[in-house]
C-alpha cells in the first residue's frame, strides 16, 4: 500500500482529519463512527453542529448498514449512479452518531468514485464523514493543494487524487419522505436522477430544508464580489465596474472577448467543463486580487444546474 495511503488510515483510525479525494471536491475526512472526530469536522470547518455530514462507503451493503430501509427508490438511483456525484438521504441506523446526523433521523449516504478514495474505504471497512473540505460558506477544494492551503496543519494527511473530474458537489435526493426530492443539484444531472425513477423531482425549498448548509443563500463564496451576466450584457456589466476603478475578473468561454482591462478567466464552452473549472477559478480571481467577478450563467440543463446554483449563492450579497 502507498505509504500516504497508510498515513491516513492510521490517522483516521486515531481519531485525527484527513483531506480525501473524491471526484465532486475534496472532503474533510474523519471516522464517522468516532463522535470526537466527527466533532472536530466541526470545530475546524467552522460549521453549525446542527448542519449534517455525508458519510462516504466503499459500496451499496455498506451502505445499507447505516440506512435502517433503503427503499426501491434508494436501490434504483445506486445502482445507477454509485459510484458516483449522487448522495441519498435516508432513514438512518444505529450506527452513524448523533454528531453525524445533527441529531436527525436520517443520513446522507455516497458512494464515490474515485480510486484513492475507495481504495482507503476499502481499506478502512467503515464509514468516512466528510463535509467538503473549506472553511463554512467558502469555495470547495477541487485540488489536494486547495486542502493545504486552506486547511494547514488541522489535517493529519491529505491524500492528493489530482484534481477532481467533476468539480462541483454531489447531487443530494432526500428519499426519507413520501415523493422523492432534490436537495441540492450537482454532480448527477437531474435529468438522469427522474429518468431513473420515472419521476419528476421537485427541488426542496429553502424553508423546509435549511439544515442542508449548501442552500443557505449565500454559500460556496470568494472574498471578490460575484455578478452573474449574460452573453448580452457582459460588455456593460464589465465596463460600468472597470469606470468605477474595480480590478473585474470575466468569467466566460474563450470566444467571448471581455473589455479591455479586465482579467479574461476562460471557461470551457460545454457545462461538465464549466463544472470542473468553476471552483478553481474563483479561487484564481481572488489570488490575483480581483474586487469582482463578472460570471457567464450556463443553461440550466445537465451540468448547468448546478454551476448556476452555486453562482447564484455565490452572487448572494454576504453580511461580512
Ligand atoms: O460531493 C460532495 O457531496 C462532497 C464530497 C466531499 O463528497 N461533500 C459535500 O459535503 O459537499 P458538504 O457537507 O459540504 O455538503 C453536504 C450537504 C450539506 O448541505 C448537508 O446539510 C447535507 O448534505 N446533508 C447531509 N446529511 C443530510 C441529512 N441527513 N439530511 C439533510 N441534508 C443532509
Ligand atoms: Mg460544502
Known amino acids: 500500500m502507498r505509504p500516504a495511503l497508510t498515513r491516513a488510515l492510521e490517522a483516521l483510525r486515531r481519531g485525527d482529519l484527513i483531506g480525501l479525494p473524491t471526484e465532486t471536491v475534496y472532503g474533510l475526512g ?38 435502517s430501509t433503503f427503499s426501491a427508490h434508494a436501490e434504483a438511483l445506486a445502482a445507477a449512479f454509485w459510484p458516483g456525484p449522487l448522495t441519498l438521504i435516508v432513514p438512518r441506523s444505529d450506527r452513524p452518531s448523533d454528531a453525524v446526523t445533527g441529531g436527525q433521523n436520517t443520513v446522507g449516504l ?6 484513492l478514495a475507495l481504495e482507503l474505504l476499502r481499506e478502512f471497512a467503515g464509514g468516512i464523514a466528510a463535509p467538503s473540505a473549506n472553511r463554512y460558506g467558502r469555495v470547495s477544494p477541487t485540488t489536494a493543494q486547495h486542502v493545504r492551503d ?19 458537489e454531489s447531487t443530494i435526493v432526500d428519499l426519507s419522505g413520501v415523493a422523492p426530492r432534490l436537495l441540492r443539484p450537482g454532480g448527477v444531472p437531474l435529468e438522469a436522477i427522474e429518468a431513473a425513477l420515472h419521476a419528476r423531482v421537485p427541488l426542496a425549498t429553502a424553508a423546509t430544508d435549511i439544515r442542508a448548509p449548501g442552500m443557505v443563500a449565500s454559500h460556496y463564496a470568494p472574498r471578490a464580489g460575484l455578478v452573474l451576466a449574460t452573453r448580452d450584457s457582459l460588455e456593460k456589466e ?11 475578473a470575466v468569467l466566460a468561454p474563450s470566444s467571448e472577448q471581455p473589455p479591455t482591462g479586465a482579467i ?16 478553481g477559478l474563483l479561487r484564481e ?5 480581483c474586487d469582482v467577478i463578472v460570471a457567464i450563467r450556463p443553461t440550466d440543463s445537465g451540468l448547468g444546474l448546478a454551476v448556476n446554483d452555486r453562482l447564484t449563492r455565490a452572487a448572494t450579497p454576504r453580511r461580512t
Open 30 to 67: 474523519a471516522d464517522a463512527s468516532n463522535e470526537l472526530a466527527v466533532r472536530r469536522i466541526f470545530a475546524v470547518k467552522g460549521r453549525p453542529s446542527t448542519h449534517p455530514l455525508i458519510v462516504h462507503v466503499a459500496d451499496l451493503p455498506e451502505a445499507r448498514r447505516w440506512a
Open 110 to 115: 455516497r458512494v464515490p468514485d474515485h480510486p
Open 150 to 168: 486552506e486547511l494547514g496543519s488541522d489535517v493529519a494527511e491529505v491524500l492528493d487524487g489530482g484534481p477532481c473530474t467533476v468539480g462541483v
Open 238 to 248: 464589465v465596463t460600468k465596474r472597470l469606470a468605477a476603478g474595480a480590478r473585474v
Open 264 to 279: 479574461h478567466l476562460a471557461i470551457p464552452d460545454d457545462a461538465e467543463g464549466y463544472a470542473r473549472a468553476l471552483y
Open 285 to 289: 480571481a481572488d489570488a490575483r486580487g
